[in-house]
């Protein structure tokens, strides 16, 4: 439940000095936790400068918005339909419903920890540095290597945009990565990336402003598709509605879940908006409403101007409905410029999101501090942002993702399933502690979530779980060999302290 009282000023970044308890025995450095008032005091500091306050909550839904409605719609549509028949429209709310188990948490522990490490400073509250450092690393494939994946995407759109409006396309060698029909160098996925730097190393009130006009623009793509789409729905197609039974309409429902999410993209801005513990539940619980409704509606609409048969056969997805129901190109074109808009606030907001998860964890000691360098002029982290931006676009370049790309659906659920955790342990921890919000009836939804991902998580390909599992393995290597010596609170004051 959301607190309307007074609104709180945002925390004091003053810095102070918050005893950190240790725990004994010969774990006792991989569960040591960082306290809640240590995490807020800390908020916004980096190396030589400070992130500056400049988000209110429409900026923060709109960062969560960008972050979510994008391929999910343009392209998982196509892949979903063939599962469920017209009874997709019902695996968008299935799939939204299991989201908003771990959106409910997000959106308490967001009001209760407003920092921008996401559920890697939530863990750290809650149930020590291992677990944490896991939570980083998973956060680090969950958005380093989907920013890469969604930038290949972009450069598919906008080869269909070109085509359609000046009948050219990029050259295959310049289009794709190597190994991926004849390309070489996929030159759009790399562009994209870089646009998102440079809209970023302009400050977060800067990008927060692009982002909307982004977020616009792709929301009005998908409405005018609605709007031109309805003229040509037959009743029909409607029916049989579930022709491949409930079983086909979970399946379903675990595909489009992960359309979802980008949702956590706006606690991963705790420590620039203005105030952090009533703006950032709000701003999480509205942008799941908004898009799990846009959704449906154009899944209602998609599925009732085509037959859902015809949906497996076709790559183009919306803008061939469009093209098949107006019989004018135009349509098609108007609806890749809002493809390519939204992928390319994807790109933007995910990137956004590492980067201050990947501040958090410098600032903590367990990755280099150049992460955390903050310039005083712009008061963002810009050797952060080009550093995460290079590997990105690099990695979209030159890097056929596969398999790897997929592993990013699990490294998201173990994430999701952490912080439905981290509510419970939160809640018998500290029950005093202000919240800007309350998960209704806990423990009984965070457990909820937490089993959602975990069944989610048991439904993926083998090769996905060797990936994770590889990915899992150099963290950890990594984590003993550096960031476990080097982490602040290896040297802090050893006094005990209730937690």
Same mark, same amino acid.
Not at 229 to 234: D, L, P, R, S
Not at 356 to 383: E, H, Y
Not at 404 to 415: E, H, P, Q
Not at 475 to 482: D, E, H, P, R
């Given at each position: ?32 936790? %960082? ?47 063939? %599962? ?33 490490? #996401? !559920? ?26 989907? *920013? ?66 982004? @977020? ?25 509605? +579930? ?6 309409? #979970? ?7 992960? #359309? ?38 154009v899944a209602v609409v998609a599925v009732g101007a085509s037959p859902w048969k015809d949906f497996a056969d076709s790559e183009a997805g919306l803008s061939a409905i469009l093209q098949d129901v107006t019989g004018q190109n135009i349509w098609a ?36 501090? *150049?992460?955390? %360098? ?5 008061? #963002? ?47 018998? !921890?500290?029950?005093?502690? %202000? ?20 069944? +989610?998580?048991? !439904?993926?390909?083998? @090769? ?12 950890? *290597? ?8 080097? !982490? ?12």
């Open positions: 439940m959301v607190d309307h009282g007074t609104a709180a000023a945002p925390p004091d970044t003053t810095p102070q000095h918050h005893p950190v308890p240790r725990p004994t025995g010969p774990l006792a450095s991989l569960t040591r936790r %960082k306290p809640v008032e240590r995490l807020v005091a800390e908020s916004g500091q980096g190396e030589g400068g400070q992130l500056r306050r400049t988000l209110g909550m429409w900026q923060l839904t709109m960062i969560s918005i960008g972050a979510t409605l994008g391929t999910g719609i343009f392209v998982v549509l196509g892949e979903a339909v063939p %599962k469920a028949g017209p009874a997709v429209v019902i695996s968008f709310v299935v799939a939204g419903l299991t989201a908003l188990f771990s959106a409910l948490s997000y959106a308490e522990l967001a009001g209760s920890i407003p920092v921008s490490g #996401s !559920s890697y400073s939530y863990a750290y509250a809650t149930m020590g540095e291992l677990v944490a450092w896991v939570c980083g690393w998973c956060l680090m494939l969950e958005y380093g290597v989907s *920013v890469a994946a969604v930038a290949v995407g972009w450069g598919e759109y906008l080869n269909e945009l070109l085509d359609g409006t000046i009948g050219a396309t990029i050259p295959a060698a310049l289009a794709g990565p190597p190994g991926s029909g004849g390309g070489v160098f996929n030159l759009p996925a790399l562009l994209v990336v870089l646009i998102a730097m440079a809209l970023l190393l302009g400050g977060a009130r800067e990008s927060a402003r692009a982002n909307t006009v982004m @977020v616009v623009v792709k929301t009005a793509a998908l409405l005018l598709f609605c709007a031109v789409a309805f003229t040509g729905i037959k009743a029909g197609n409607y029916t049989p509605f +579930m022709p491949l039974g409930m079983a086909g309409v #979970s399946a379903a429902g675990a595909t489009l879940f992960f #359309s979802y999410i980008g949702f956590d993209a706006a606690s991963t801005a705790g420590e620039e908006a203005k105030n952090p513990q009533r703006d950032m539940p709000r701003a999480i619980m509205l942008s799941l409403g908004i898009v799990t409704a846009l959704y449906c509606l074109v108007l609806l890749a410029v809002g493809a390519v808009v939204a992928i390319a606030s994807v790109v933007l907001t995910v990137l956004y999101g590492q980067t201050r998860i990947l501040f958090t964890m410098s600032r903590d000691g367990l990755v280099p501090k *150049v992460f955390s %360098k903050v310039d005083p002029r712009t008061g #963002s982290p810009r050797a952060n942002t080009v550093i995460v931006s290079a590997f990105c676009g690099l990695l979209a370049a030159f890097v056929p993702l596969g398999e790897l790309a997929d592993a990013t659906s699990i490294g998201t659920l173990f994430a999701f399933g952490l912080v439905n955790i981290a509510v419970i342990v939160l809640r018998r !921890s500290r029950p005093d502690m %202000k919240r800007g919000f309350r998960v209704p009836f806990s423990p009984v939804t965070p457990l909820i979530g937490f089993g959602l991902c975990v069944w +989610m998580t048991a !439904s993926l390909e083998p @090769v996905t779980w060797v990936a994770f599992l590889g990915w899992m393995a150099v963290g950890l *290597v990594i984590y003993f060999t550096y960031s476990r010596r080097r !982490s602040t609170l290896a040297s802090a004051d050893p006094a005990p302290t209730q937690q």
